[in-house]
C-alpha cells in the first residue's frame, strides 16, 4: 500500500506542480518579456518560484493518492479481503500514516528551508533586475514598459552608446500627460547616483485635459530622471516569508521591527511553517479513513469520495478562518493547529465506525456487506 501511495502522489504532485507553475510562469513571461530581459531571467524567476508551488500543491496531491489508491484497492475487493483475514481499519491505516509523515517531511523542508531561501534570492535577483538599465531600456524597435504609465522607444542605438529617434510617453498624470520625441538622447549617471535621459534636440508635447489643449515646447537639450522609473518595480522590502525558522523562534520582535510586520504576522509565518507540514498527514489519513466506511460494492465507493472532498473543503476553510483570527492577534496562534486537530479527531471517529458495523448501521441506516455464498450460489 505505501508503494502504491509514493507511486500515485508522484503523479498527482507531477501534473498538479506543472499546471500551477505554468500558470505562474505565463504571468512572469508577460512581464519580464515585455520589459526587455533575456529567456535566461525568465527561466531562473520561474525556477525559484517552484519551491513555492511545490508547497502549494503537496497536500492536495497527498490527499489524491489516499483517495485514489483506497478506491482502487476497494473497487478491487483488496480492501475486502484483508478486512476478511482479520485486519482491522487502525491496522490498515498503518501505511498511510507513514505515507503522510513521510510527505510531511519533504513539506517540513520545503516550509523551513526551500520556500524562505527562494523567495530571498528572488527577491535579490528582482531587485538586480530592476536597477538594471541596459536591460529594461536598451532595446531597438520596441515598445518598452518599464514603469506603469511610461512608454519607450528607440529606433537605433548606435555603437558609442548613443540613442536615435527616441519616443517617451509619460501618462502618470491622467489629467497633464506628456510626450518626448528627440533625435538623440544619452543615458547618463550624474554624481547622486541618479539616472538620467539627456535628450538632444527635441520636442515636448503637454496635453492639458481642461480646456482640450495642446502645449508644444522645442528644446536643444533636456534632461529626464529616469531612476525611479527603474526602481519602480523593484522588490526590496525584506517580508516575514524571507525569514528563516531559527530567527522566527529566537526573535520574533526583531523580525517584526526588521520587515515592518506586526508580531502578528511573524507569529503567523512561524506556527504556519509547523502547521502545513500536519495537514498532510490529515490529508491523508482524511481520504484513507472515509473511503473504509463501506465495503465493496460494484457501483463503486463514489459517496464516500465525496464525503472524503466535502471533509478536506472544510478543514480548508476552518484553516482561512483561523488564519484571519492569528493575523490580528498573536496570541492567538493556537488556532492555527485546529485544522490538523478537527481532521485528527475527524479520523478517529471515521476509523471507530468502519471498524464497527453495527455503530455504521446506526449511523447512516445501511451498511454494504461482501456478497455471502448464499448470493453467490
Known amino acids: 500500500m505505501l508503494s502504491q501511495f509514493m ?42 518560484t517552484l519551491p513555492g508551488v511545490i508547497g502549494v500543491v503537496l497536500p492536495i496531491a497527498t490527499f489524491a493518492a489516499a483517495v485514489y ?16 483475514t ?81 519616443f517617451l510617453s509619460d501618462q502618470r498624470d491622467r489629467q497633464n500627460p506628456v ?8 543615458l547618463v549617471q550624474d554624481d547622486a547616483g541618479a539616472t538620467r535621459l539627456v535628450m538632444v534636440d527635441g520636442l515636448a508635447q503637454n496635453v492639458v485635459r481642461e480646456g482640450n489643449r495642446l502645449f508644444t515646447t522645442h528644446f536643444a537639450d533636456f534632461s529626464y530622471d529616469i531612476s525611479s522609473l527603474v526602481a519602480a518595480q523593484g522588490s526590496s522590502a525584506d517580508l516575514v516569508s524571507y525569514a528563516l525558522t531559527p530567527a522566527l523562534i529566537t526573535d520574533p520582535a ?21 502547521a502545513q507540514p500536519l495537514f498532510c498527514i490529515v490529508a491523508a489519513a482524511i481520504g484513507f479513513s472515509t473511503l473504509l466506511l463501506g465495503s465493496f460494492s460494484r457501483f ?12 478536506l473543503v472544510l478543514l480548508k476553510i476552518i484553516e482561512s478562518g483561523v488564519s484571519g483570527a492569528v493575523l490580528k492577534d498573536a496570541d492567538a496562534w493556537p488556532l492555527l493547529y485546529l485544522p490538523s486537530l478537527t481532521g485528527a479527531v475527524l479520523t478517529v471517529v471515521l476509523l471507530h465506525v468502519g471498524a464497527r458495523p453495527g455503530l455504521g448501521r446506526g449511523l447512516w441506516g445501511w451498511r454494504r456487506h461482501a456478497p455471502g455464498p448464499e448470493a453467490a450460489a
Open 69 to 84: 489508491v483506497t478506491n482502487r484497492l476497494s473497487t478491487e475487493s483488496e480492501l475486502t479481503v484483508m478486512q476478511a
Open 254 to 274: 526583531g523580525v517584526a521591527e526588521r520587515t515592518g510586520a506586526t508580531l502578528a504576522q511573524v507569529f503567523y509565518e512561524l506556527h504556519n511553517r509547523f
Open 179 to 186: 510626450t518626448y520625441t528627440s533625435q538623440v538622447a544619452y
Open 86 to 166: 482479520g485486519y482491522s481499519p487502525w491496522r490498515l491505516v498503518r501505511p498511510v500514516l507513514v505515507f503522510g509523515m513521510l510527505i510531511a517531511l519533504m513539506m517540513s523542508i520545503l516550509t523551513h528551508a526551500l520556500i524562505p531561501a527562494s523567495l530571498d534570492q528572488l527577491r535579490e535577483r528582482q531587485d538586480e533586475v530592476s536597477q538594471n538599465i541596459t536591460a529594461k531600456l536598451l532595446t531597438e524597435g520596441e515598445f518598452l514598459h518599464p514603469a506603469r504609465g511610461i512608454t519607450f522607444y528607440i529606433r537605433e542605438i548606435t555603437p558609442d552608446g548613443e540613442l536615435r529617434n527616441v
Open 300 to 311: 463503486g465507493v463514489w459517496w464516500q469520495v465525496l464525503l472524503a472532498f466535502l471533509l
Open 7 to 48: 507511486v500515485l502522489f508522484g503523479f498527482f504532485a507531477l501534473v498538479l506542480v506543472a499546471i500551477f507553475w505554468i500558470n505562474k510562469a505565463v504571468r512572469m513571461f508577460d512581464r519580464l518579456i515585455g520589459d526587455g530581459q533575456s529567456a535566461w531571467i525568465f527561466l531562473e524567476f520561474t525556477a525559484l
